[in-house]
């Protein structure tokens, strides 16, 4: 059983195209994130939300657009995809401080 | 804003050597604390916590940290490395109402026979 699962798991993908990629979990928790992780290997945090409603956004580009259609379910649009926005996308959920991570959607921008 | 600072970007150690894999935080109150490992082409898993009391705590696979406050530093251990210990190493600290993740730039382990 899939704790937090993301779909797809590669997306290749031209500049200047639009693309979501969905998170969802099953373990009841009230909190989700959307974190990237650059060619460097480094992670950081975009988005989180509780109960459906967004508590951090970091500073992101506002071609990044979260959405929250219930607690289980947190995805991420992209437009006007850049070069920039190729990397690994993770989505984690959490009830406390400890956060479970998906396998990751890994996004190329060609 | 906080930081995790790992400084260590590689490190090679022999199979059934031990193991210390640096980090060191900056944070104001006592911190969560994490460390999370990443193999090839896959996710985090977490291998162990911080948030209070004992400080020195156990985890997943053999490995253990110490978190220890007058160093602001939470290293992690492992007595006997194996094969298939290596992979890329995350600490992190818990910041914000949110608790969002605060990562170092990780570590690389390598494990040669």
């Known amino acids: 059983d899939t704790a937090v699962s993301q779909t797809p798991k590669y997306l290749v993908t031209q500049m200047g195209n639009d693309k979501s990629i969905k998170c969802e979990q099953n373990l009841g928790h009230d909190t989700m994130y959307w974190y990237k992780q650059d060619s460097k290997k480094f992670l950081k945090i975009m988005f989180s939300y509780n109960n459906k409603e967004l508590i951090i956004n970091e500073t992101v580009p506002n071609r990044f657009s979260p959405k929250s259609p219930d607690k289980a379910h947190l995805n991420l649009h992209i437009n006007s995809l850049e070069l920039g926005d190729s990397a690994v996308y993770f989505c984690?959920?959490?009830?406390?401080?400890?956060?479970?991570f998906g396998p990751g959607t890994r996004l190329t921008v060609l | 804003a906080q930081s995790v600072t790992q400084p260590d970007i590689h490190i090679t150690v022999s199979e059934g050597a031990s193991l210390e894999l640096r980090c060191n935080y900056s944070?104001?109150?006592?911190?969560?604390l994490f460390w999370y490992v990443q193999s090839p082409g896959q996710g985090l898993q977490l291998l162990l916590k911080?948030?209070?009391?004992?400080?020195l705590v156990q985890g997943i696979k053999g490995f253990e940290a110490e978190f220890k406050r007058s160093q602001s530093s939470f290293n992690l251990r492992k007595p006997s490395v194996h094969w298939s210990d290596a992979a890329e190493y995350f600490c992190?600290?818990?910041?914000?109402?949110?608790?969002?993740?605060?990562f170092g730039a990780g570590t690389i382990l390598r494990v040669k026979s």
């Open positions: 992190a600290v818990a910041e914000g109402a949110g608790n969002k993740l605060v």
């Open positions: 984690a959920s959490s009830h406390s401080a400890e956060q479970f």
């Open positions: 944070y104001g109150a006592t911190p969560y």
């Open positions: 911080y948030f209070s009391g004992d400080t």
